[in-house]
């Protein structure tokens, strides 16, 4: 099994829809979760941390199941420019920090 | 935006030549970290540093070395570059824990032909 998956998709979605991703990781010592947004031929950017209450920014909500080991990733109201991939990144190794991506999921989002 | 640059933003280069990234913060970040980035496998890990003269092997470490001896630079040296070798290069930062975000430089495109 890999450290973290992610269904590569791509997800089609019409604008206005909402849409979720979820990302299994395989070390129940990770510590910290991420998801990063990366466009095409372009450098990977934060998109938020996953906390495990959970967070929202905005139309972007992120959630942590330790129990199942998965994060996940809704984001609502999709627009055209919420195409990109969304990577997901947990933090590989307990007592040290060697993160860990998943290959990412494709998004495109039509009108 | 976090600073960071890589150079050459673009290379292309031959088998057997030798090859040298390089990756520059301002940020005076303790961490980074070199990834490859290639069709169906994603970022993977090259080599990291937590520190000058400090560094460390990722998953994907053979063939590559690396040398920091100032807290802004962090070079990734191919001793003999192969066609394997080419792929899309970021370098990566973090301030100083295990919890802290990572930020990535704009990457080199790197061909061996």
């Known amino acids: 099994r890999k450290e973290v998956e992610q269904d590569p998709g791509p997800f089609n979605v019409p604008e206005g829809a909402t849409v979720a991703f979820n990302c299994t990781y395989s070390?129940?010592?990770?510590?910290?979760f991420f998801w990063y947004r990366q466009d095409c031929r372009k450098e990977p950017k934060l998109l938020m941390s996953?906390?495990?209450s959970g967070n929202e920014d905005g139309r972007f909500t992120a959630q942590l199941n330790r129990a199942s080991q998965y994060i996940s990733l809704l984001i609502r109201d999709s627009k055209l420019s919420d195409s990109a991939t969304y990577l997901c990144?947990?933090?590989?190794?307990?007592?040290?920090?060697?993160?860990?991506f998943g290959r990412g999921t494709s998004l495109i989002v039509h009108p | 935006d976090a600073g960071i640059t890589q150079s050459p933003r673009h290379k292309v280069t031959e088998t057997g030549t030798p090859v040298t990234l390089r990756c520059h913060q301002t940020?005076?970040?303790?961490?980074m970290y070199w990834y490859r980035q290639d069709p169906g496998h994603g970022l993977r890990l090259i080599h990291y540093?937590?520190?000058?003269?400090?560094?460390d092997k990722g998953e994907v470490s053979d063939g590559y070395s690396v040398s920091r001896s100032k807290t802004e630079d962090f070079l990734l040296t191919l001793e003999s570059a192969t066609s394997s070798q080419t792929s899309v290069y970021f370098c990566?930062?973090?301030?100083?824990?295990?919890?802290?975000?990572?930020?990535f430089g704009p990457g080199t495109r790197l061909t061996v032909l």
């Open positions: 990566a930062i973090s301030e100083s824990t295990s919890t802290d975000t990572q930020y």
């Open positions: 070390n129940s010592a990770s510590q910290s």
């Open positions: 996953v906390y495990s």
């Open positions: 990144v947990v933090n590989g190794r307990g007592g040290s920090y060697i993160p860990t």
């Open positions: 940020e005076n970040h303790r961490y």
């Open positions: 540093s937590y520190g000058v003269k400090d560094t």
